[in-house]
């Protein structure tokens, strides 16, 4: 067994009864080709959440802070995670990233950029339309539904692959891409709130 399913079955076993996971839609995820996740960001558990309830290994940007502490670095390297620097163009992550996709794998974005404070779903950064752009993945768009409290119930809905064909064919800009994705991950909460 691979650390990384070692690590999502060991985090699995601990978070699914504390917030009594409910997943819908794991069957809307292809299960081989690149993929890219676009979901909502309401709490730092987020990516933990993504990761256990993907029934495929997903790969992660991360702040480049959390990669200074050796150990930390090692054990986020392990679970798939790459670094980001934060507020500027980042090109190594960039293509870091389309070579993750490239390569026919699964890659978690947030496309809000940082976690709502309110919970409701703001606007995307252009990155989550960048990648979809210039990859040919499928763009699968989620909705975590909490709140993250103990007892209390946590969705995590997969809703079907976004149409992307039109999109590049036209050229759409990364902009427009990332709002049709923020626009479907928006739909997803409203009818399973």
């Not at 480049?64 to 980042?90: C, Q, Y």
């Amino acid at each position: 067994m691979s650390f990384y399913k070692f690590a999502r079955t060991i985090v699995g076993f601990y978070m699914k009864p504390v917030f009594r996971m409910n997943v819908i839609g794991k069957e809307n995820i292809p299960q081989e080709g690149p993929i890219i996740v676009c979901s909502n960001h309401i709490s730092n558990w987020d990516p933990l959440v993504v990761g256990i309830t993907c029934p495929r290994n997903i790969y992660f940007m991360a702040k480049e802070e959390l990669f200074k502490n050796k150990l930390l670095s090692t054990l986020l390297r392990k679970v798939h995670a790459f670094p980001i620097k934060r507020g500027m163009k980042d090109r190594t992550a960039l293509r870091n990233a389309l070579d993750i996709l490239k390569e026919g794998n699964a890659l978690g974005l947030f496309p809000e950029g940082t976690r709502s404070k309110t919970g409701e779903v703001g606007d995307g950064l252009a990155g989550a339309g960048f990648f979809a752009l210039r990859s040919e993945a499928q763009v699968v768009p989620c909705a975590i539904v909490g709140p993250y409290k103990k007892g209390k119930k946590l969705k995590v809905v997969y809703g079907t692959p976004i149409e992307m064909d039109p999109l590049r064919e036209r050229k759409a800009s990364a902009k427009e891409v990332t709002d049709i994705i923020m626009q479907e991950i928006r739909l997803l909460k409203q009818k399973n709130s």
